[in-house]
């Protein structure tokens, strides 16, 4: 038997515009009965008493007032009228806000289309996690698309830091054959370090000369306005639910080949809903800017370690040597993308170069390093230490035979560097 509160919000709701079946998903109630409740009088014939009022009913014109205002969280206006004195259920609240809900999200939208070759969409999605390198690490993907062709590009990596950031734009961008006039993201810390009170954008230093570099211009979405980037937030979705769904990897570069198969065989080769069109033949229509005539940019990781007294400086959980001189010394790291690192000292001369190494708490040394110490300073190579470089896994690009990257005088970073801290 419905009581008559229930019968009231079927009522209310089917008022609305709700429909039958939806009702019944809502209520768990039979397609029939909710019927019976919207056809027939609220109060039975049978009843002589009169209904009880609802506890809601002194707070609806409160309700009303604040729904018209734009507030539409129930468990919101629930506590707002809770201390007014309401002592119903959250879920007659609920019930009471859901049509205004409905209404609100039915209301049409203007889609903002943008020219060929205007704009690029860019974000990052959080995929859990991934064994890497020997130990367990986070993985993301980093989704761009095209505005108009709608031309997506995918590629997964176990960090989001200004290098891997400036290194998957730099992949898409030989994926796509050029690049955008614009480039529309959130308000990442890797693009947008903050924003002032007039709401002027203050770029990640390094983001912005890589944009100069592309000839692109970056542009940050309004906070709070998920609209605007749109087409990369269906993106992250369509892969979290074609690509992601079932899917079997061994590493992380097969994980990449897998995510090239299936732009290359699925994303860009199916009609898109919205255009029509399959977006690797809307493609050759986007007048991108041409990337090919110089260089890529160098994406390498620059960052300062403190050299200890027994000629090491510690990296992501491992330890590499430097020579004896240069002990107890302020240094200067460069991490490239094939996985190498530079050592400079404070005049910018390179005094060690290492392969990084896989796990934590290696440690990676040339015995050459500590031939400089006098022999009564002098210490043998730690028992376990790893005189030649291990063998690493380097990330797998989707982008085959890269071009030449430019050479940059160390200086540059100096003045771009992302100071970081293990």
Same mark, same amino acid.
Not at 11 to 20: A, D, N, Q
Not at 23 to 44: F, M, N, W, Y
Not at 133 to 149: D, H, I, K, N, P
Not at 322 to 344: C, F, K, M, S
């Given at each position: ?9 079927i ?10 079946s ?23 014939p ?37 201390? /007014?004195?309401? @002592? ?7 019930y009471?806000? +859901? !049509?205004? %809900?409905?209404? =609100? ?27 890497h ?17 709608r ?9 989001a ?5 400036l ?18 993201h959130?308000?990442?810390?890797t ?16 983001? /912005?000369?890589? @944009? ?9 979405? +309004? !906070?709070? %306005?998920?609209? =605007? ?89 491992n ?40 796990g ?12 400089e ?46 100071v970081?801290?293990?």
């Open positions: 038997m419905v009581e008559v509160e229930e019968r009231y919000m009522r209310e709701l089917h008022r609305h515009g709700v429909s039958i939806e009702i019944a998903r809502q209520t768990g109630r039979d397609r029939k009965t909710v019927r019976k409740a919207v056809g027939e009088p609220l109060l039975s049978a009843r002589k008493r009169q209904r009880k009022g609802r506890k809601i009913d002194p707070y609806t014109a409160y309700l009303d007032k604040r729904i018209a205002e734009g507030v539409h969280n129930a468990r919101k206006l629930y506590g707002e009228i809770a201390a /007014l004195g309401y @002592a119903g259920k959250e879920s007659m609240v609920r009471y806000v +859901q !049509p205004h %809900r409905q209404r =609100t999200n039915n209301q049409a939208t203007v889609r903002f289309e943008t020219e060929p070759g205007e704009q690029a969409q860019v974000d990052w999605g959080h995929f859990g996690y991934i064994q390198q020997g130990r367990r690490q986070r993985l993301y993907a980093f989704v761009m698309t095209l505005g108009w062709s031309m997506m590009y995918l590629e997964f990596t176990v960090s830091n200004i290098a891997w950031w290194r998957c734009h730099r992949h898409a961008f030989h994926y796509f054959g050029g690049v955008t006039r614009e480039v529309l959130d308000n990442l810390k693009a947008v370090l903050s924003r002032s009170s007039n709401g002027q954008v203050h770029w990640h230093p390094r983001y /912005l000369d890589f @944009a100069e570099y592309y000839g692109f211009q970056p542009r940050a979405c +309004q !906070p709070y %306005r998920a609209q =605007t980037k749109g087409k990369v937030e269906n993106g992250v979705r369509y892969v979290r639910g074609n690509f992601w769904l079932g899917l079997h990897y061994i590493d992380l570069a097969d994980l990449n080949q897998q995510a090239l198969g299936w732009l290359n065989t699925v994303a860009n080769v199916r009609t898109h809903g919205t255009t029509g069109e399959m977006p690797s033949v809307r493609l050759a229509q986007e007048s991108l800017l041409p990337i090919h005539q110089r260089p890529d940019y160098d994406t390498s990781l620059v960052t300062y370690r403190q050299s200890s007294r027994d000629c090491l400086v510690s990296y992501e959980g330890f590499y040597s430097v020579p004896a001189a240069y002990a107890q010394q302020q240094l200067r790291l460069r991490i490239t993308e094939t996985n190498t690192l530079y050592i400079y000292s404070a005049t910018d001369d390179e005094i060690a170069h290492h392969q990084l190494s896989e934590k708490s290696q440690r990676i040394v040339v015995a050459a390093h500590y031939q110490l006098h022999p009564w300073s002098a210490r043998p190579v730690r028992a376990g230490a790893i005189q030649e470089p291990a063998p690493v896994v380097t990330y797998t690009s989707l982008v085959l035979d890269a071009p030449q990257v430019q050479t940059r005088p160390l200086s540059v970073y100096a003045q771009l560097v992302e970081s801290h293990e």
